[in-house]
């Protein structure tokens, strides 16, 4: 099943609240008075509260029970939206075009992310420059995690410049 199993049941509720309210405004209306025998001919009409209270509160936990449903709903949804894999979003820098001839063009393409380099956030073009300019103290190779659109998250070792990256973000 998926994030949306719930929006059925919403419908649902909102149905029978919509019935309940239908049934307990025509039911108070038609039976929520009766007229009482005073004697000698004469009436007196009469609330009949226990119709009346048994169609608000018949309509009380209708609406509770709409609420409740949808909330239920609204927490599902959010719990299931931690756990889907978006490859339109996430942390790091979006790479829009990569140069054929670019150091990493055998490595990603247009649609992942660069997500460190060297250690350090990818937050966008700027801090990816950022990094490529840290050298790193063991080797001249630039380690760069990237993911790639359907959410592999790998690290390549680059030795080359920020030129020699030729990418577009």
Same mark, same amino acid.
């Given at each position: 099943? *998926?994030?949306?199993? /719930?929006? *059925?049941?919403?419908?649902?509720? /909102? ?23 005073? @004697?000698? #001919?004469?009436? &007196?009409?009469?609330?009949? /509260?226990?119709?009346? =209270?048994g169609g608000m509160l018949s309509l009380g936990f209708t609406i509770v029970l #709409? =609420?409740?449903?949808?909330?239920? %709903? ?14 339109? &979003? #996430? ?5 829009? &075009?990569v140069a054929e001839d670019s150091a990493i063009a055998p490595y990603i393409g $247009? ?11 990818? @937050? ?6 950022? @990094?490529?300019?840290?050298? %790193?103290?063991?080797? *001249?190779?630039?380690?760069? =995690?990237? %993911?790639? $659109?359907? #959410?592999?998250?790998r690290e390549v070792f680059l030795d080359a410049s920020v030129e020699d990256l030729?990418?577009?973000?």
């Amino acid at each position: 099943m *998926g994030r949306d199993k /719930w929006d *059925g049941w919403i419908f649902f509720c /909102w149905i029978v609240l919509f019935v309940a309210i239908v049934l307990s405004v025509m039911f108070v209306f038609k039976f929520g008075t009766f007229k009482l025998d005073t @004697g000698y #001919g004469l009436y &007196e009409t009469q609330f009949n /509260w226990p119709l009346i =209270v048994g169609g608000m509160l018949s309509l009380g936990f209708t609406i509770v029970l #709409g =609420v409740v449903v949808a909330m239920l %709903r609204d927490v599902y949804k959010m719990s299931a939206a931690q756990y889907l894999a978006n490859p339109a &979003e #996430g942390p790091g820098a979006l790479v829009k &075009e990569v140069a054929e001839d670019s150091a990493i063009a055998p490595y990603i393409g $247009p649609g992942y992310y660069i997500m460190s380099v060297n250690g350090m956030n990818a @937050g966008g073009p700027l801090s990816v420059k950022q @990094g490529l300019l840290a050298a %790193r103290p063991d080797n *001249g190779d630039h380690k760069i =995690v990237v %993911r790639s $659109p359907s #959410g592999d998250v790998r690290e390549v070792f680059l030795d080359a410049s920020v030129e020699d990256l030729k990418l577009v973000f």
